[in-house]
């Protein structure tokens, strides 16, 4: 404003932050109830059409209508508690995984199980516990435990290993 107008006793109206401060502030509260809501499947999608069926050792197989189309099924693997040892700062480790399999190889891969579980438990009880806690590592040992698994089953029977579980505690 100029001199003339600051001499007639006018204020000068403040730019506050206030506005600006409120506005960043509803932006997080509201980005983190989309989180919340969004992570804990509060609202379930509408295309969620997975079936959980049950094979032959009562384990659960997932199979979603889309994945069924194009002949994937998951076979589920038992649980692994892995103990690392009196030294180490974590003692246990808990492994859960998914193998994507071909359905027509279903079968096969399930009567192998026993095979998988001992080539992951040997795996997985020979890597040191600094590579473990090493989230950059994850990548490597997923590599790893997918080929010794093809090995055992076949290359073609197997597609992808799936980690739903990698805890130490």
């Known amino acids: 404003m100029t001199d003339v107008a600051m001499s007639q006793g006018e204020e ?4 506050g ?24 499947g509060i609202f ?22 889309e994945k069924a189309a194009s002949g994937v099924t ?12 009196s030294f180490a700062s974590s003692q246990y480790l808990h492994f859960r995984a998914y193998l994507e399999v071909p359905a027509a190889s279903a079968e096969e891969v399930e009567h192998l199980r026993p095979r998988i579980l001992d080539v992951l438990n040997t795996y997985l009880r020979a890597i040191s516990e600094s590579e473990l806690e090493n ?12 080929r010794r698994v093809q090995v055992v089953v076949g290359e073609e029977n197997i597609r992808d290993l799936l980690i739903t579980e990698f805890v130490l505690n």
């Not at 000068?12 to 730019?15: A, G, R, T």
């Not at 998951?74 to 040892?85: H, Q, R, T």
């Open 17 to 40: 932050k206030k506005g600006v401060v409120l506005g960043v502030f509803g932006a997080v509260i509201l980005g983190g109830a989309a989180f919340f809501v969004t992570y804990t």
């Open 74 to 85: 998951f076979v589920a693997l038992d649980p692994l508690v892995i103990s690392l040892g």
């Open 44 to 65: 379930p999608s509408a295309g969620d059409d997975s079936k959980v069926a049950e094979d032959s050792h009562g384990a659960p197989v997932e199979e979603t209508e």
């Open 12 to 15: 000068v109206p403040k730019k």
């Open 135 to 146: 989230p950059a590592s994850m990548n490597r040992l997923r590599a790893q435990m997918l």
